[in-house]
């Protein structure tokens, strides 16, 4: 045995006790909101999606079926557990395939694909065959009214894309927002396309509106739906960033010993912190140390 070998194999034995101890969680889920008896939530991996169940059909949100088309069909099966009733929406959060790729399958059961009009002009360019155009588009505003259920869909300006809406049950309170609030973690890739000065504005708008629970489009820490206190921490965690970057830039810092250098431990014990703050930094830097 070399000793290449034999380091090799050290570290494996390292770390199995740690492996062994990783709570095994299923590929997917399918949860009911507590206290609503209609409204679900569909988990493959690290991705989820919305899905309200109405006495005249289903409001099915993002297929999250990016590389991966099997998503799209269990979830579609597991829509089909909980009632019998046809799927009568697709809406799609925004134009990113990691949560809207798949679609296929909910459109050939008979559902109408709605998002915002900018997500299909982008949809439209690109073509990826895995991704179907929007049947039907919105530009401020659009009210879904399905067997009793109202599902208000606001586009409130740039943000982490420039297409993302937010839904809002406004009977239920609770809303569901993809990628521009995570729920007490650190934003990471993400940030490359994330609109910086508009997504504060965006966020506010997000505050001010009428709701209790939000469901984010990657689970929350534990798990846990967000509150308001999230969307204002997720807020002042940008605040604060954008301000220890434009420190650095103004000090010539943009991007590399800027991106080495910005540190925010208020914030060290958010997931993500380790490998995403780089990430946050680059994006500001974008603004602060280069104006765009
Ligand atoms: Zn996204």
């Not at 770390?15 to 101890?21: G, K, V």
């Not at 679900?40 to 005249?56: C, E, L, P, W």
């Not at 239920?172 to 650190?186: M, Y």
């Not at 002042?236 to 220890?244: K, R, V």
Request: glycine share 8%; aromatic share 8%; hydrophobic share 35%.
């Amino acid at each position: 045995m070399n000793r290449r070998f034999l380091i090799a194999a050290a570290l494996v034995l390292a770390s199995a006790p740690a492996l062994a101890q990783a709570p095994q969680r299923p590929p997917f889920s399918t949860t009911k909101v507590e206290g609503t008896d209609n409204v679900y939530i569909f988990r493959y991996g690290n991705h989820q999606s919305m899905f309200v169940v109405t006495s005249a059909g289903v409001i099915a949100t993002d297929p999250i079926s990016y590389g991966r088309p099997q998503a799209a069909t269990t979830y579609i099966d597991e829509i089909k557990k909980v009632t019998d009733k046809p799927i009568k929406y697709l809406i799609y959060s925004h134009h990113h395939y990691d949560h809207i790729a798949g679609g296929q399958p909910f459109k050939d059961a008979g559902a109408k694909i709605v998002a915002h009009k900018k997500a299909k002009e982008r949809l439209a360019v690109l073509k990826d065959p895995a991704t179907p155009l929007p049947d039907e588009t919105m530009d401020k505003s659009k009210t879904i009214k399905l067997g009793g259920t109202t599902l208000e869909l606001s586009y409130i300006g740039l943000n982490h894309s420039d297409t993302s809406i937010v839904m809002r049950l406004p009977k239920e309170k609770i809303l569901f927002v993809v990628d521009f609030i995570p729920v007490g973690q650190v934003p990471g890739r993400g940030m490359i396309d994330f609109y910086p000065l508009e997504a504060e504005r965006s966020i506010k708008r997000v505050l001010s509106m009428d709701w209790e629970r939000m469901i984010p489009g990657h689970p929350g820490v534990g798990d846990r739906l967000g509150t308001k206190q999230d969307v204002q921490d997720q807020l002042t965690f940008l605040q604060d960033a954008s301000a220890a970057v434009k420190a650095a830039a103004r000090e010539g810092k943009c991007w590399e010993p800027a991106e080495k250098e910005v540190k925010l431990p208020k914030y060290e014990k958010w997931p993500g912190y380790e490998n995403n703050l780089q990430f946050v930094t680059r994006r500001y830097c974008g603004l602060w140390g280069r104006g765009t």
